[in-house]
Structure formats: structure tokens, C-alpha cells
């Protein structure tokens, strides 16, 4: 069974439009953390969450919200899509927040056109 | 200005040889994190150093935490084939920041 998952894998679209792009974990952790990677290979924390709560919101566009339904996942909604919101998006999840070791989903290319 | 300085950014070394990867940052941290990537891969966590004078390590690789000279290393003994990988350090500066440096692309010749 995959740890920390995520879908799609790849996502293409249309500037302008939403989308979403979900992570599940079953590995019973309380915090799930979403990262941003760059086409320079740059990393940026996006969001975290302990136990539905936001812990953490680095100065992210509030185009962008990480909608939690329950504790094993956390789902990232993105509003009318631009250029610079193409990157690899990875999803990742720890027992405790900011303190143990990270699980990371296997990420989802999203290309803007 | 919070800012995290890893070094080198390239680094080729000779299969069983030591290197060091430098994580220097500006402004005072008592928690950082190391990062594995594969090429096209996902992350792996490697260490969580949460206070002055941390060391863990796991097989070849040794993480250090000297938050008075705001460094961290990455130490490398005998290295391997198996280790070529970009290493991404992360610092925790609190107040909900966490900046990472721009990672470190190692390759080990055989």
C-alpha cells in the first residue's frame, strides 16, 4: 500500500481555470504539509495542517486552498490558474508537525498553458 | 532578510572519498531539515536536527546542527554510486517560515 498518495499525476490545463489535486495518507499521521517545486528546482512549503487546522500558510495566493475533509487527507484547490503555477506539487505527512519525519507523496506535474 | 546558503550547489566526487555540504543561514534557528531528491523522484526526508550541537546519522551520511555559527553540514564518509542525489537543506526560522536552500546536485563517480 502507497504511504502518501497523490492524483493526478499529471494535470494540463487552460490558464484561467480551477483544479484540484488530491493526497490521501494512510499512515495515521496528524499533519499533512503541501510543497511547491519549480522549474529551477526551488521548494516552498505551501501549507500544513494538524488535525483539520492550518498550522502553517507561508504567503501563498489565496488563489490557492488546501481543504482538508478528514485527517488523512488534504486536497489543494486552485483557483484561476496562471503561467507561474506550473511546478511539481507534492504532498507529504508527518506524526507530529515540524518536528518528525516527512513522508512525501510521489508529486503531480501541473502545467499551465 | 531570511536566507538559507547551501554549498556547494554542484559537487562531483570519486566513489570512497569524504565530502562535506554546507546549510548556512542569516538568522537564528534552533531546527533544520535534510532533504534527499532523485532525479525526477519525490522527496525523502533524511534528518530532523531540532537543537544546538544535534548530530544524527544514517549509514554514510552525518547531519550537524551549530545554531551559534547558524551552520549545518552534511558529512559524506566512503561515498557511493547509491548517493548521487540533490540534498536540500531546510530551515525552521519559526513563525510559520520554513526556507529552503536551493539544494545541492552530488555526483559520485564510480
Known amino acids: 500500500d502507497t504511504a502518501v498518495s497523490q492524483t493526478p499525476k499529471y494535470l494540463v490545463t487552460q490558464m484561467g481555470n480551477d483544479k484540484s489535486i488530491k493526497c490521501e495518507q494512510n499512515?495515521?499521521?496528524?499533519?499533512m504539509y503541501w510543497y511547491k517545486q519549480d522549474s529551477k528546482k526551488f521548494l516552498k512549503i505551501m501549507f500544513s495542517?494538524?488535525?483539520?487546522?492550518?498550522?502553517i500558510n507561508e504567503t501563498v495566493p489565496n488563489r490557492f486552498s488546501p481543504k482538508s475533509p478528514d485527517k488523512a487527507h488534504l486536497n489543494l484547490h486552485i483557483n484561476s490558474l496562471e503561467l507561474g503555477d506550473s511546478a511539481v506539487y507534492f504532498c507529504?505527512?508527518?506524526?507530529?508537525?515540524?518536528?518528525?519525519?516527512?513522508?512525501f507523496g510521489p508529486g503531480t506535474r501541473l502545467t499551465v498553458l | 532578510e531570511l536566507k538559507v546558503e547551501q554549498n556547494p550547489l554542484f559537487l562531483s566526487m570519486q566513489e570512497g572519498k569524504n565530502y562535506t555540504i554546507y546549510c548556512n543561514y542569516s538568522t537564528t534557528s534552533d531546527r533544520l531539515y535534510w532533504y534527499r531528491q532523485d532525479p525526477g523522484k519525490s522527496l525523502e526526508s533524511l534528518f530532523v536536527?531540532?537543537?544546538?550541537?544535534a548530530v544524527k546519522q544514517e549509514g554514510r551520511l552525518m547531519a550537524s546542527l551549530d545554531t551559534k555559527a547558524r551552520l549545518s553540514t552534511l558529512h559524506i564518509t566512503a561515498a557511493v554510486h547509491d548517493l548521487s542525489a540533490t540534498y536540500f537543506c531546510?530551515?525552521?526560522?519559526?513563525?510559520?517560515?520554513?526556507?529552503f536552500g536551493k539544494g545541492t546536485r552530488l555526483h559520485i563517480l564510480p
Open positions: 536536527l531540532l537543537s544546538n550541537g
Open positions: 531546510a530551515v525552521d526560522y519559526g513563525d510559520d517560515k520554513i526556507i
Open positions: 507529504a505527512s508527518s506524526p507530529e508537525p515540524r518536528r518528525d519525519t516527512q513522508y
Open positions: 495542517y494538524n488535525n483539520k487546522e492550518l498550522i
Open positions: 499512515l495515521g499521521h496528524d499533519t
